[in-house]
């Protein structure tokens, strides 16, 4: 093993720590892939992995509906309350963020490590959930720029 696997294997560690298993399993396969022979396909997750996670993430999420779970009249009604309007526009806010994030940990990927160890942290120590690293990387490109911290 060399030095180049230490970050993930500082990750893999919080990971465990803070039981944090979806980290943890990430960390674990990304070890692994080089030691099985599956280095070349490293690029194809690089360039593809955000897109394939998003797509299973949006299934997770749209199964309630895909169920019946949620009848049509109150997915309407929600529309028409001031939590569902709040929804639609923290939601807009939030795509628009994490689309910030995608470009940010590309041009700064060295950011997505100190990203996985706050969230580990906030997992361990504040009773956190392991989600929403885009839109922390979004976050942090937001006020990165407006501090001037980086130039694009």
Same mark, same amino acid.
Do not use: C
């Given at each position: 093993m +060399?030095?180049?696997?230490?970050?993930?294997? !500082?990750?893999? *560690?919080l990971s465990i720590i803070g039981n944090n298993h979806t980290v943890a399993v990430a960390a674990l396969v990304l070890l692994l892939i080089p030691r099985i022979g599956l280095e070349t396909y490293l690029p194809f997750i690089d360039r593809?992995?955000? +897109? !394939?996670?998003?797509?299973?993430?949006?299934i997770a999420v749209l199964s309630p509906v895909a169920q019946? @779970?949620?009848a /049509?009249?109150? /997915? &309407? *009604?929600? $529309?028409?309350?001031?939590?569902?309007?709040? =929804?639609?526009? !923290?939601?807009? $806010?939030?795509?628009?963020? =994490?689309? @910030?994030?995608?470009?940010? /940990?590309?041009?700064?990927p060295e950011t997505v490590s100190a990203l996985i160890v706050g969230t580990v942290i906030g997992v361990c120590f $504040?009773?956190? &959930?392991p989600v929403g690293?885009?839109? *922390?990387?979004?976050l942090v490109a937001l006020i990165v720029n407006v501090l001037g911290l980086f130039k694009r």
């Open positions: +060399n030095w180049d696997s230490l970050p993930l294997l !500082i990750i893999l *560690a593809h992995g955000i +897109n !394939i996670g998003i797509v299973i993430l949006t019946g @779970q949620i /049509m009249n109150d /997915m &309407l *009604a929600i $529309f028409k309350s001031p939590v569902g309007l709040l =929804a639609v526009v !923290i939601g807009i $806010f939030l795509a628009w963020v =994490a689309g @910030q994030g995608v470009i940010y /940990m590309k041009e700064s $504040f009773r956190g &959930l690293p885009l839109i *922390a990387g979004g």
